[in-house]
T-cell receptor
Framework: SQKIEQNSEALNIQEGKTATLTCNYT??????LQWYRQDPGRGPVFLLL?????KEKRKERLKVTFDTTLKQSLFHITASQPADSATYLC????????????FGKGTRLSVIA | DAGVIQSPRHEVTEMGQEVTLRCKPI?????LFWYRQTMMRGLELLIY????????DSGMPEDRFSAKMPNASFSTLKIQPSEPRDSAVYFC??????????????FGPGTRLTVL
């Protein structure tokens, strides 16, 4: 089954800079990949989905890329703000087809004012 | 819609006691998932249902864990007997199988379980 690695447990950046989080996966290439945000004491919240035939997806200050050759997705937050501080999880299907998701352990982002 | 509802939000119990966690999914969603989250292991899928039927329970750690979904608006996760290593945050999530959404999941607020 699929395994996910998110590059670091924690990332600290200065307000206004771009945060870049990495999600690497093994085994097969999924049909899509998702990113979620989780705040302390709350459940994950869906942010973005990118399909295997899409190289890049944007939503406001968020940008996600998907490189099936490298088996990697990058998640960027531009002009970061302290309110962006949270844990970000990537998720993708356990197997091809309509299957449940497997989640990475997440990267805890802290944006320092 | 109120979103996914879970109860209780916090549960403290003693080892050996029975624990029941409850979940009400979003109306109209036909998939329901139970997850467990710990610092060590992250978010792990325990079991999921489609149209109230359990599809895959391979993530359930032991026979002490059981889950039911008697109707489309209610599910329970039961641990009997509970052990300290069961301490974790348990999340329920639901989703609708719509092509455009590619299985986006909506999570509840979680139940923080502490077994002493």
């Amino acid at each position: 089954s699929q395994k996910i690695e998110q590059n670091s447990e924690a990332l600290n950046i200065q307000e206004g800079k771009t945060a870049t989080l990495t999600c690497n996966y093994t085994n097969y290439s999924p049909a899509y990949l998702q990113w979620y945000r989780q705040d302390p004491g709350r459940g994950p919240v869906f942010l973005l989905l990118i399909r295997e035939n899409e190289k890049e997806k944007r939503k406001e200050r968020l940008k996600v890329t998907f490189d099936t050759t490298l088996k990697q997705s990058l998640f960027h937050i531009t002009a970061s703000q302290p309110a962006d501080s949270a844990t970000y999880l990537c998720a993708l299907p356990i197997r091809r087809g309509n299957t449940p998701l497997v989640f990475g352990k997440g990267t805890r982002l802290s944006v320092i004012a | 819609d109120a979103g996914v509802i879970q109860s209780p939000r916090h549960e403290v119990t003693e080892m050996g006691q029975e624990v029941t966690l409850r979940c009400k999914p979003i109306s109209g969603h036909d998939y329901l998932f139970w997850y467990r989250q710990t610092m060590m292991r992250g978010l792990e899928l325990l079991i999921y249902f489609n149209n109230n039927v359990p599809i895959d329970d391979s993530g359930m750690p032991e026979d002490r864990f059981s889950a039911k979904m008697p109707n489309a608006s209610f599910s329970t996760l039961k641990i009997q007997p509970s052990e300290p290593r069961d301490s974790a945050v348990y999340f329920c999530a639901s989703s609708a199988l719509r092509w455009a959404n590619y299985n986006e999941q909506f999570f509840g607020p979680g139940t923080r379980l502490t077994v002493l």
